[in-house]
């Protein structure tokens, strides 16, 4: 039977390579205990060299042979090692990586010895030219480490490589289920094997197939199908439906191997009139995504990767999202599978096309990608061109054929920025950066592609850098921020040749010195690089049924002179309630409706107030109350006083549990309110966190607030205990939360 040992603890790091590392016995001088996922380096907020993570490190990792691996094949499988690895176990080169995104896998059989075993990984974390996205400019950082899990594996020595489970009929009533499982035969002789694939529903078994197979030496498949199958549910967005696929092999002797995946029965189409989920027409909502994190890039586990989906789902009611501009955590594409969460993946790569070699990497990529993704159910679209790269037609006809070959089930797709771009993908994906306040919001889809007809296309881009904005910024840019998003929005789902839209983009995030905002951040998010809102977050978090969840989020600071001109108006409300009851100073002054006729495209465009009187400059201004009104009653209240003070420090933690793991994390949001609960924009105090308990906090413990907020991540040590983090702030009250942490 297939064993899985997690292999992310106890690890020993270095900064610095020399050769004599690889040797068993070799000197723990410079070196520093460290668990994976790992940063080589944590970096400043801002303003920082990013050539400082940019080394070539080392990792060291002793673990005891067991005796019952004995005739066993032993693999240590890399989730992401940036960007480039060589392997070695005692002292021998085992094996090299080119590529920081995907994984790869390493047989440590033939070296293996009793007693302690030495591996030992090279980390180049240099941009080399021979790697993609390497070998010019990149708009966003690659940071350095093992930022990913590593696992021990051991198996049989004929045992199950990969699964690629494919449901079919998918919306006729009886179903089926094409099982492909790739057998990898390391001995010598042909075996006779007997594969079983079992569909479950929550662990459940529901079909059974078994076949006999002769596994030749090598590497080899087999199809298994599971015909007739009723009452299975589909998984959608709002109902992600997952089954388990559990493959065994046997002999004789009994099990050999057993490999278990996830999948849902789903049909997905982008076609020229729309997206098509399950025969269904569903216009594509969604924002682009970079994995990075504060002080330490990619390097956070896996709780923390789950809850960016979950921000991105239940805080920001996305229906989707583009992994720009690689493939990312498989801990962030399970959640998405969990909650129905879409998912256009592709390749890494910026703009940049290397040499014949750099493309074979990128080939690889590509390869890569699929194979460790192509069951999930939230994936839709494989991006199989460089992110706004120029036409390459021998390159981008490879790599659409290796995708197709690997996965004829979904479409293929490429990210460009260039009207009549060669169109060799099943999908043209188009980043659309017409808008910049004037009238013309989007291109037309046949102007874009040079086609006759309409094709299927899709916007993947929009915003972003003509109008990079600070959740600290003045009101009215902060406003007119949320309203491009908006509008493109809006725009897109009116046109039906339009499938849908991703804005740019979810999170600020760290770049390189020649873009952003020269303090090595690019302010693109509709939140920023702590997940904490802007107004712009306000606009998709109001895309729900305020029956689940209703949101009143008025777009203003309620002051008289932060705009240019003074005041609130216009007044922009996002929100999803049937109307808003607005009172100044207790008196009631009307009821103000969503502006859909301004705005008809989405499902819930915001109110929209461009007269009344809210005061009279340098005389008075007056309480805001906000009252949203659903089906007649009143179910949500907002109030803004017009003389705001540091009433209180709230601190939000996303969870209040973790794992004695070393690895666990979660993160922590504080806030200072005024005396409605509304943050303050402008207030900077310095702020200090002080732990005490089995954690630690990641970057600096003291800071200062961002417009009135800033959060840090709390990680676990290996102790069981309770976590007491208090925030000290120089004018207001000390708080404290508790997270649990256990075994």
């Not at 020399?18 to 996922?37: I, K, T, Y």
């Not at 492909?180 to 479950?200: D, H, I, R, S, Y």
């Not at 583009?322 to 910026?350: A, K, M, N």
Request: net charge negative; aromatic share 12%.
């Amino acid at each position: 039977m297939r064993e899985l040992i997690l292999l992310n603890q106890g690890w020993e790091f270095s900064p610095q390579w020399r050769d004599e590392f690889v040797q068993p016995g070799a000197s723990a001088e410079g070196f520093v205990r460290v668990n994976l996922p790992h940063a080589n380096k944590e970096i400043p907020y801002n303003y920082f060299d990013e050539k400082d993570y940019q080394f070539v490190s080392c990792y060291r990792r002793t673990f005891a042979y067991e005796e019952r691996w004995a005739g066993k094949r032993v693999f240590a499988d890399f989730d992401g090692v940036m960007a480039y690895g060589e392997v070695y176990l005692n002292g021998k080169l085992l094996a090299s990586h080119k590529g920081g995104y995907t994984p790869f896998a390493v047989d440590l059989t033939s070296e293996l010895q009793r007693g302690e075993n030495v591996l030992v990984v090279k980390v180049d974390s240099t941009e080399r030219p021979d790697i993609p996205p390497f070998g010019y400019t990149i708009d966003y950082l690659c940071y350095g480490g093992i930022y990913r899990d590593v696992f021990l594996r051991i198996v049989d020595p004929v045992f199950i490589e990969n699964i690629f489970a494919k449901p079919q009929k998918v919306l006729e009533e009886k179903k089926a289920l094409e099982t492909t499982v790739f057998l990898n035969n390391t001995t010598a002789e042909e075996q006779t094997l007997t594969v079983t694939v079992k569909l479950k529903k929550d662990g459940k078994p529901i079909a059974e197939q078994s076949q006999t197979a002769v596994a030749q030496p090598g590497k080899g498949s087999l199809n298994l199908v599971l015909s007739d199958l009723a009452g299975i549910e589909l998984w959608d967005i709002d109902h992600p439906q997952l089954y388990q696929v559990e493959v065994t092999t046997a002999d004789h002797a009994g099990i050999r191997d057993n490999y278990t995946t996830r999948i849902g029965f789903r049909e997905a189409a982008v076609k020229p009139d729309g997206f098509y989920l399950n025969g269904k027409k569903v216009m594509i909502r969604g924002l682009n995504r970079h994995q990075a994190f504060p002080y330490v890039g990619y390097a956070m586990p896996a709780r923390v990767q789950r809850r960016d989906a979950d921000i991105l789902k239940y805080e920001l009611s996305l229906n989707a999202v583009r992994t720009s501009h690689y493939p990312q955590s498989p801990h962030f594409l399970d959640r998405c599978d969990e909650i129905g969460l879409l998912v256009f993946e592709e390749i890494p790569g910026w703009q940049h096309i290397g040499d014949n070699d750099w493309q074979a990497v990128a080939c690889e990529n590509v390869r890569e990608m699929i194979q460790r993704d192509w069951n999930h159910p939230s994936i839709f679209l494989w991006g199989v061109r460089i992110n706004e790269s120029q036409d390459c037609h021998g390159f981008y006809k490879e790599t659409n054929r290796i995708a197709r070959e690997l996965d004829p089930t979904r479409q293929t797709a490429g990210v460009r920025y260039i009207e009549g771009s060669e169109f060799l993908e099943d999908v043209y994906t188009m980043n659309d950066f017409i808008h910049s306040g004037g009238e013309q919001i989007l291109r037309d889809p046949k102007q874009v592609t040079g086609t006759k007809e309409y094709v299927p296309y899709m916007v993947t881009e929009f915003n972003g850098h003509m109008f990079p904005t600070k959740r600290f910024d003045q009101e009215e840019r902060l406003v007119e921020h949320a309203l491009r998003h908006l509008r493109v929005q809006n725009q897109a789902a009116l046109d039906p040749h339009i499938s849908g839209a991703f804005g740019w983009c979810a999170f600020d995030y760290n770049t390189h010195y020649d873009f952003g905002s020269g303090d090595r951040i690019c302010y693109h998010g509709v939140m920023d690089m702590f997940r904490i809102p802007k107004f712009a977050a306000h606009f998709y978090g109001s895309q729900v049924d305020p029956r689940s969840k209703p949101v009143l989020e008025p777009a203003t600071r309620w002051t008289w002179g932060d705009r240019s001109i003074g005041g609130v108006l216009p007044l922009v409300i996002f929100t999803n309630c049937d109307k808003v009851k607005i009172k100044l100073h207790g008196h009631e002054i009307g009821e103000f409706y969503p502006s859909k006729a301004r705005y008809p495209g989405v499902p819930y465009p915001p109110v929209v107030i461009d007269k009344v009187e809210v005061g009279d400059w340098g005389v008075q201004w007056f309480e805001g109350e906000f009252i949203g009104i659903v089906d007649g009653e009143e179910v949500i209240v907002r109030r803004f006083t017009p003389a705001p003070v540091p009433t209180k420090l709230v601190i939000q933690p996303d969870d209040l549990e973790l794992k004695a793991d070393g690895m666990d994390a979660t993160r922590v949001v504080f806030m200072v309110v005024d005396q409605m609960g509304n943050p303050l924009p402008y207030l900077n105090d310095a702020i200090e966190f002080q732990l005490e308990g089995p954690g630690t906090i990641i970057g600096p413990s003291k800071t200062a607030l961002i417009g009135g907020a800033i959060a840090t991540w709390v990680r676990t040590t290996e102790e069981a205990g309770t976590i007491r983090l208090k925030g000290v702030t120089t004018r207001l009250k000390s708080e404290t939360i508790e997270i649990k942490v256990r075994k």
